[in-house]
Each structure stands twice: as C-alpha cells, then as structure tokens.
C-alpha cells in the first residue's frame, strides 16, 4: 500500500517556504498545460479485454500526450494487455500479490491453484487453515479468501454486476468487502475488468515511475499520483500499463 514520505521544504529565492506537495502541483500543473500535453475528452473508451482495444485507447493517450507518451513508447513499445480472469480467481490473484515479491506471489498461487482447482468458492469457504496455510497465506490472506467465497456464495459479491457498473460503484462495492482495500480495488478493475481509466494510486512502483518520466524530487503519494492522472484521463489505465513498463526497462537499465 501506499506510504508516506516525510513532507521536505525548500528555500526558494525570496525566502519563501515552498512544500513538498506545492512542488509536485507546480511540476504537474507545468507539464499538464504543455503546447503538447492535454487531457484527453471526457469520452468513454471501451474496456481493455484485448490487444485491439488497447492500442486504439494507445493511439489515443499518444494523440492527447504526445511528448511525454512517445518518449515512453520509444523505450517500451506498446505495454502487454497482462489481462487476468475477471472473477473469484483474478481478484484472490490480486490478493495474492499484496505486500509480497512477484516470485513470492507466483509460488504461493501455484500452491494455490494445486490445492484449489478451480477456485470453487464452497470448497474454499470451508477450507481448513492447514490447507491455506500450506498454500503459503498469511492469516490474514486466509480471512480475507474465506471472506471472499462466503460474499460469492451469498451472492454479495457478483462479478457479472461488477462489470456492468462504473468504476467508481464497483470500486466501492469491493472496498467494502473484508480484506480488499483502495489498491486491489483498483487492481481488479484494471487488470481483470479491464476498465481504461482505473489508476491505482497507492501503488508504489507507479509512484516512482511517475517520479521517474516527470523529473520530480520526490515520489508522490497517492493524493498527488491522483492529480497526476488526471492529464490522462478517461485512460489513466493504458497509461498506467505504459508506467509500469517503462519503469521497468528503466530498472533494468540501472
């Protein structure tokens, strides 16, 4: 999840205290008013399920942010789709995953996967804890799959549903489940609804590509990470896609 750095203050000519959080809005207000870098029209895209999709909602974000987009998409390429069953299985994938290494996440939803063909929900809510536990989760992980299952069962979790809604209702109807906060709402509505304008903004390494592309001192928190995407929506998801790629080919370039 996300986390907080300590807020750091400049000395500007003038003498003048500037915060951290005016620094980052200068920096994002200067590059979101750029000749070559505008919001996209409040349109609505179609959802990200297939590789189609996501290059017209590409050449889109590239038409609005050119600069910034094709220096990207120079090092990167187009993003992968990374698309992940929008169901039980993707979001207890998503689960998963928090707080813990992709290697680390991979081995434990092997595990997972042998124990629970299937990710059948009644097979799952009565699962003892030696069985979850062998799977590698945590005691935590375990409420919040058993938890999962049971709102499956009793019908207060419906995918199909989920996927009708706006991103805004499907991301309150999953918060208010046990065990699913801001940033596997988010998530899920990217990587297994495939909705264009999710944005997880609690996301770290998001946090640090957008450092990265837009030169600034400090990672942004999920507040201004907030305000950051708002020059790309309504596809702040592609260009999520496209941070994570390049942040990674950054990496692996350092």
Known sequence: MARKAPAEQLIPRGGARKSRTARVKSRVDSNANSPDSHTIDRVA????????????????????DPALIGAMLAVTGPPPLRLRPADLSGLIWIVIGQQVSTASASAIHARFQTGFPGCDPAALAAASDEALRACGLSTPKMRTLRALAGAVLEGALDFKALS?????????????LH????????????????????????????????????????????????????????ARAVAARLLWAWYGAMKGKG
């Open 179 to 234: 065990g699913i906060g801001p940033w596997t709402a988010d998530l899920f509505l990217l990587s297994c609804l495939g909705h264009p304008d999710a944005w997880p903004t609690g996301d770290l390494a998001l946090q640090e590509a957008a450092r990265m592309v837009l030169k600034l001192r400090q990672r942004p928190d999920a507040k201004q990470l907030e305000k950051i995407g708002e020059r790309w929506r309504p």
């Open 164 to 176: 009708a809604m706006s991103a805004d209702e499907a991301h309150k109807r999953l918060v208010a």
């Open 45 to 64: 895209l179609a959802p990200i399920r297939a590789v189609d999709t996501l290059s017209a909602a590409l050449a889109a974000l590239r038409a609005r």
